[in-house]
Each structure stands twice: as C-alpha cells, then as structure tokens.
C-alpha cells in the first residue's frame, strides 16, 4: 500500500478548496494509489516530472493541479507520495 506524507503548503493549500474541489482530488488519488500499484499512470491524470526539480505533477480537475515528490519507502520497499501543493495553475509559481 502506498503511503505519503503532506507539506505544511499542501496543507494550507488544501484548506482553501471547495469540498467539490476535495471531493475530485480525493476521486484523483484514488486513481493514483491504483496506478502506483500497478506501475502505469493513466493517461487522464496527465502524471508528467517537473525538471529541473524533483516534483511531479497530476491534473484532478480542469484547473486542479497537485505536485508531489515520489520515491520509495526503504523498508516496505512500497512507493511513498509527499504531496506538495494543491490548487490551480498558480502552484507552479
């Protein structure tokens, strides 16, 4: 089972959305654990590497953006998630 941890901006940020907001990123992570299980992220969560950085980010909503760092728990050897921040477009600034 996958684990994760939350950044204090992810926090902040995700105070400030909608409970629809919440409720589409929550859909969204869902498809995510799925997909880290099986090692193939679906085309529709348009998961991409942010370079020169260690972030990723996933779409969960039309202008619903998450980055997050993504690596491996030493010993459980399951893939770990650090969310780093939540909202729109501007998380990228």
């Known amino acids: 089972m996958p684990t994760y ?7 902040r940020d995700y105070a400030r ?3 629809a907001q919440r409720a589409a990123f929550q859909r ?3 498809a995510l654990v799925t997909d880290l299980r099986t090692r193939r992220f679906r ?9 020169p ?3 990723w980010s996933m779409t969960w909503a039309p202008n619903g953006r998450a980055t ?3 690596g491996v728990k030493p010993d459980t050897h399951e893939p770990h998630v650090v969310w780093w921040r939540i909202g729109g477009h501007e998380i990228y600034r």
Not at 43 to 51: D, E, F, M, N
Request: hydrophobic share 40%.
């Open 28 to 30: 969204a992570v869902h």
């Open 5 to 11: 941890e939350l950044s204090e901006h992810f926090r």
């Open 17 to 19: 959305l909608t409970p």
């Open 53 to 55: 950085s260690p972030l």
């Open 43 to 51: 085309k529709s969560l348009r998961i991409h590497r942010l370079p």
């Open 68 to 70: 997050f760092r993504l």
